[in-house]
């Protein structure tokens, strides 16, 4: 068996996208299907066919790879999809879909004789464009030697949380990871706008804890895109980064925790998006820390 495949993307927004143009590097051959077909149409230089529908972009597929907004937009595009689908095929669902989501999926997947793999990813445009990726999967032993050709091209490494996809073990770690990125970038826009606040200069508090246990990369990262006005293009955007969170809360609660935290952050970034933001980096969540009107410069 050749692990040169014929993969289908559906979904070609900023991860989406990056997957895909990792997917043909690596040989694979790639149709590639968004609803707004403008955002697939730069692939075609990267050697991708754009297709007009789900349909025609899964017929001959090796493997489906979904990137798309949330569970019920993914279930809205595989039953356009699936007439075109043959049996045995391995759907590889990297949309962050939430735990209730994933069932729904999983369930879709058996209906249609697809074999499915919870599959999200860890990483923004930077590690997705350098095909850097952490794959969280799960899915059956048997046709992992069909879909790791996948996550090679995408990932740098893969990580196997069990073997039902059903089950969302690699969607729930997904969450569990979000809640810690979402925290720490609400944290950095909030240090950012209170020490506009107080007259301070950021990079005296960069300073102070340099090199000590309060340091870190990711909270430099992020203040410099909102400090340097490079919020866009997004890594990761506002808006999509609001749907997480909510996705998060709502896991919280129906497990019984009270995720303060993850609320207030959602809540946070949806003030964001409101104030014009949704497109940018999602620590452009800095702007809610003010009035809409005011929408400072750091």
Do not use: C
Not at 23 to 32: D, E, I, Q, S, Y
Not at 103 to 127: C, I, M, S, W
Request: net charge negative; aromatic share 6%; no cysteine.
């Amino acid at each position: 068996m050749t692990d040169k495949l014929t993969v289908s993307v559906l979904g070609t927004g900023i991860m989406g996208a990056a997957m895909a143009r990792n997917l043909a590097k690596a040989g694979h051959t790639v149709r590639a299907w968004n609803r707004t077909r403008a955002k697939a149409e730069p692939l075609a230089a990267d050697g991708a066919h754009i297709a007009d529908t789900p349909a025609e972009a899964v017929t001959g597929a090796d493997v489906v790879l979904t990137m798309l907004y949330d569970g019920p937009a993914a279930l809205e595009v595989m039953r356009d999809a699936v007439p075109a689908l043959r049996p045995g095929t391995p759907w590889v669902q990297s949309t962050t879909a939430g735990i209730e989501a994933i069932g729904e999926l999983a369930y879709f997947a058996r209906e249609h004789e697809l074999v499915f793999y919870d599959a999200p990813v860890l990483g923004t445009r930077q590690p997705a464009e350098a095909g850097q990726l952490l794959v969280l999967a799960a899915g059956p032993t048997e046709g992992r030697d069909k879909v790791a050709p996948v996550f090679d091209a995408v990932g740098a490494r893969t990580v196997w949380t069990g073997e039902d996809g059903a089950a969302g073990s690699a969607s729930r770690l997904k969450l569990v990871a979000n809640s810690w990125v979402i925290a720490a970038t609400a944290a950095a826009g909030e240090v950012l706008a209170l020490s506009k606040a107080l007259d301070v200069d950021p990079q005296k508090f960069f300073d102070a804890i340099a090199g000590g246990p309060l340091d870190m990369g990711y909270l430099r990262t992020k203040s410099a895109l909102v400090l340097d006005d490079r919020l866009s293009p997004p890594q990761f955007a506002v808006t999509t980064a609001a749907k997480d969170a909510r996705l998060i809360v709502e896991a919280g609660e129906k497990h019984g925790v009270r995720l303060d935290v993850a609320a207030a952050s959602a809540d946070r970034l949806r003030r964001a998006a409101a104030q014009g933001h949704g497109d940018e980096d999602m620590v452009a969540a800095y702007f809610a820390s003010f009035d809409s009107d005011e929408n400072p410069s750091a």
